[in-house]
C-alpha cells in the first residue's frame, strides 16, 4: 500500500542546466510528475553563462543536426513564451536577428548563394540577406556589405534557467538539492555526466572545453546580435553586451585570463561603439562536448529506464525546445525521434 502523502514522481531529471530544465518543463507540460535533482543548483555549470546566442549554422551542406537546429529554432519563440507563462518570469528570449561582415569579394558572393539556398532550406520562415553595411551597431565590415539572418535570437542564460525551473514547480514538480530518484531516470548533468557514461561504457564519449565570456555596460536594446571571425556579440535587454566566447581543449586553472581581455579587445575593434565600456562580469566555464561534437540523446546503455541528454556544447540553448520534446516523446511514450548522429551510441 502507497503511504499517503508521498509524491509519486514518472521522471527524475538529474541537472538543473539547460538540458535538464528543459527536458523537465517539456515532460511536466506533458502531465508527467518531475522531480529535477541538482545538488549545486539551478544554472550552477556551464549553462549558467551570460552569452545566450541561439544562432543557426550557415545555409548550406545540410544535414539531419542542421534541421534539427532550425526546428528547434523556429519552435524556440513560442515554446519559450510557454515557460514565462508557466513560470510569470521573463526569459529575456527575443527573435532580434544576427548580422555578420564580409571581409572581400568572395565572401559576398558566397553570401549571396546562401541566401538563395537558405530561402529553400528555411522555408521561408526566415531570411539570409546580404546588405549595405549601415554602421553604428553593426561591424566593421572591409566590402562595406554585410550578412543579416532573422533567424537568430537570443536568451538570457540565467534568467532563462530560473523561469524554467518555476515553470517545472508550477506544473507541480519539484527541484532539488538531494532526493531519491523515482520513474525514469535523465541524466543530463554535463561534464560530470560525460565522464560516469564514459566509464560506465570504457570508452570516452566526451569532454569538457573550457569558455570565457565577459558582458560589457552598453544599452543596445533589441538590435541584433553580431558575429566576427568566431565571436558572438549580444546585446541583453538589461543593459549589457555579452561577448563571448573562447574555446579551450587545454586550460591550467577556471579562472579568466588573458585570453579573455584579448577577446574583448577583438570586440571593439569590431565594434567601434564599445571602445571605453565598462567590463561589468567575466565569467569562465566548462562545457561539455560529445565526441561526436552534436549533443548526446537517447537509452543509457545496458541501464534499463535510464536515459541521457548531455553535450550541448556552444548550442545547448539553441537545440533545448526541441532536445526537450523528443526527450519527453522518447521517456513518456517510447518515441524514439532522435537523428542517427545524436544518439548515445554516435559517440562510442
Not at 17 to 35: D, Y
Not at 114 to 140: D, I, K, M, S, Y
Not at 180 to 189: F, K, L, S, W, Y
Not at 221 to 240: C, N, S
Request: hydrophobic fraction near 50%.
Amino acid at each position: 500500500m502507497a503511504r499517503v502523502g508521498v509524491p509519486r514522481f514518472d521522471v527524475t531529471v538529474r541537472g538543473a542546466g539547460i538540458f535538464g530544465l528543459s527536458v523537465a518543463f517539456a515532460c511536466a507540460r506533458r502531465g508527467a510528475r518531475v522531480r529535477v535533482i541538482d545538488p549545486h543548483g539551478v544554472g550552477a555549470g556551464s549553462s549558467g553563462g551570460i552569452v545566450g546566442a541561439l544562432a543557426p549554422h550557415v545555409p548550406e551542406a545540410w544535414n539531419a543536426k542542421k534541421q534539427f537546429q532550425l526546428e528547434s529554432l523556429l519552435l524556440a519563440e513560442g515554446w519559450w513564451q510557454a515557460v514565462a507563462e508557466a513560470s510569470g518570469l521573463a526569459t529575456g528570449y527575443l527573435r532580434s536577428g544576427r548580422v555578420q561582415p564580409l571581409a572581400d569579394a568572395r565572401a559576398v558572393e558566397v553570401a549571396r548563394a546562401r541566401a538563395v539556398t537558405a530561402a529553400a532550406l528555411w522555408g521561408g520562415a526566415a531570411e539570409w540577406r546580404v546588405e549595405r553595411a549601415a554602421g553604428g551597431w553593426e561591424p566593421v565590415s572591409p566590402t562595406g556589405f554585410v550578412v543579416r539572418d532573422t533567424l537568430s535570437a537570443r536568451i538570457a542564460p540565467r534568467a532563462g534557467l530560473a523561469a524554467l525551473a518555476a515553470a517545472v514547480r508550477a506544473y507541480g514538480g519539484e527541484v532539488t538539492g538531494e532526493a531519491e530518484e523515482a520513474g525514469a531516470v535523465v541524466h543530463a548533468t554535463g561534464l560530470a555526466g560525460l565522464e560516469a557514461l564514459s566509464a560506465g561504457l570504457g570508452r570516452v564519449v566526451g569532454g569538457g572545453v573550457k569558455g570565457q565570456a565577459a558582458a560589457l555596460r552598453y544599452e543596445a536594446g533589441e538590435m541584433a546580435q553580431l558575429f566576427v571571425d568566431g565571436l558572438h556579440i549580444v546585446p541583453h535587454g538589461d543593459g549589457t553586451v555579452a561577448i563571448g566566447s573562447t574555446s579551450e581543449a587545454v586550460w591550467t586553472d577556471m579562472g579568466t585570463d588573458a585570453a579573455l581581455e584579448a577577446l574583448v579587445a577583438k570586440a571593439v575593434a569590431a565594434v567601434p561603439v564599445l571602445a571605453g565600456t565598462e567590463v561589468v562580469e567575466r565569467w569562465a566555464g566548462v562545457r561539455p562536448r560529445a565526441r561526436s561534437r552534436a549533443p548526446m540523446l537517447g537509452v543509457w546503455p545496458g541501464r534499463a529506464g535510464h536515459y541521457v541528454a548531455n553535450g550541448g556544447f556552444k548550442i545547448g540553448f539553441g537545440m533545448a525546445p526541441k532536445v526537450a520534446e523528443v526527450m519527453a516523446d522518447l521517456v513518456l511514450e517510447g518515441c524514439y525521434l532522435i537523428p542517427a548522429e545524436f544518439a548515445v551510441e554516435a559517440s562510442l
